[in-house]
T-cell receptor
Framework: AQKVTQAQTEISVVEKEDVTLDCVYE???????LFWYKQPPSGELVFLIR??????QNEISGRYSWNFQKSTSSFNFTITASQVVDSAVYFC????????????FGEGTQLTVNP | DTAVSQTPKYLVTQMGNDKSIKCEQN?????MYWYKQDSKKFLKIMFS???????INETVPNRFSPKSPDKAHLNLHINSLELGDSAVYFC????????????FGQGTRLTVV
């Protein structure tokens, strides 16, 4: 069975602070994929990144960066110099190769960035 | 143009009624899904369709019946609505039945009273 754990239910920071959202996953598959999605207050789900289990390189996209470590089964997400518009619920998700984009989601982390 | 669109955005109805939620994607994707987000914001897959064929039914009650008239549409019909069906329902699509990113609609907030 697959499982994704986001232990941080809520995080509150002040604008311009860096913040890291933790994601720990469990799977017995050797090939799997990890995702991050953002759900702003307006409610839609926005795709941020997909990473496959073969690629442990860290990724940076503007103020966003992701740290994938198979040794600790973690796929953490860091926002540098946070902004108020980053306030949202962030979901980490996992999919195995044979199940298409059927995603197993974590519980989500509510990030609030205060001015 | 909206890539994955759902209608309606809000739906309030009484227990026992039957209702439908429509979903359309204009991305040319082969695969479509329904997810349910409960009051605690937990997201769970309900159905997966590939090329109009049901691939996965995640032990959803029979009262929920998805229908895919073509690859671009996946509708969700719910019979005999119950209070516990209140949730946000998301439609999503992905390019192929492989692991590619899924793109989500804006969600339909269903409230059963």
């Amino acid at each position: 069975a697959q499982k994704v754990t986001q232990a941080q239910t809520e995080i509150s920071v002040v604008e311009k602070e860096d913040v890291t959202l933790d994601c720990v996953y469990e799977t017995r598959d050797t090939t799997y994929y990890l995702f991050w999605y953002k759900q702003p207050p307006s409610g839609e789900l926005v795709f941020l990144i997909r990473r496959n289990s073969f690629d442990e390189q860290n990724e940076i996209s503007g103020r966003y960066s992701w740290n994938f470590q198979k040794s600790t089964s973690s796929f953490n997400f860091t926002i540098t110099a946070s902004q108020v518009v980053d306030s949202a619920v962030y979901f980490c998700a996992l999919s195995k190769e044979t199940s298409g984009s059927r995603l197993t989601f974590g519980e989500g982390t509510q990030l609030t960035v205060n001015p | 143009d909206t890539a994955v669109s759902q209608t309606p955005k809000y739906l309030v109805t009484q227990m026992g009624n039957d209702k439908s939620i429509k979903c359309e994607q204009n991305l040319g994707h082969d695969t479509m899904y329904w997810y349910k987000q409960d009051s605690k914001k937990f997201l769970k897959i309900m159905f997966s369709y590939n090329n109009k064929e049901l691939i996965i039914n995640e032990t959803v009650p029979n009262r929920f019946s998805p229908k895919s008239p073509d690859k671009a549409h996946l509708n969700l019909h719910i019979n005999s609505l119950e209070l516990g069906d209140s949730a946000v329902y998301f439609c999503a699509s992905s390019q192929v039945w492989g692991v590619t990113e899924a793109f989500f609609g804006q969600g339909t907030r269903l409230t059963v009273v």
